[in-house]
Nanobody, 125 residues
Framework: EVQLVESGGGLVQAGGSLRLSCAASGFTFDDYAIGWFRQAPGKEREGVSCIVSGVGATYYADSVKGRFTISSDNAKNTVYLQMNSLKPEDTAVYYC??????????????????RGQGTQVTVSS
């Protein structure tokens, strides 16, 4: 069974940083793309970033490019999202998601098959 557990959310002032973690289990880590998504109240779900850990391929939404960094620790089956220069508009529930690559080596922020419960990130102005 695919399981994804997020941690690391919290309250931070604008300009601050947070690091989110996504611990994955129940599947072969290298065979899946892992993505971070977020959803703020009253807004559509937004893809933030994704990674193919086996090859190190990454992708970022324009809204976070240059501020957020996605990385993985394959030994721990964990993906991280380092968020710097946070803005109030980054406030949302962040959740990680996983989707089988079907042999591919890149990722994009489409609909993923599996997702975690999410962690709240609140950025105060």
């Amino acid at each position: 069974e695919v399981q994804l557990v997020e941690s690391g959310g919290g309250l931070v002032q604008a300009g601050g940083s947070l690091r989110l973690s996504c611990a994955a289990s129940g599947f072969t880590f290298d065979d899946y793309a892992i993505g971070w998504f977020r959803q703020a109240p009253g807004k559509e779900r937004e893809g933030v970033s994704c990674i193919v850990s086996g090859v190190g391929a990454t992708y970022y939404a324009d809204s976070v490019k240059g501020r957020f960094t996605i990385s993985s620790d394959n030994a721990k089956n964990t993906v991280y999202l380092q968020m710097n220069s946070l803005k109030p508009e980054d406030t949302a529930v962040y959740y990680c998601a996983a989707d089988y690559l079907w042999g591919g080596s890149s990722c994009s922020l489409y609909q993923y098959a599996h997702r975690g419960q999410g962690t709240q990130v609140t950025v105060s102005s």
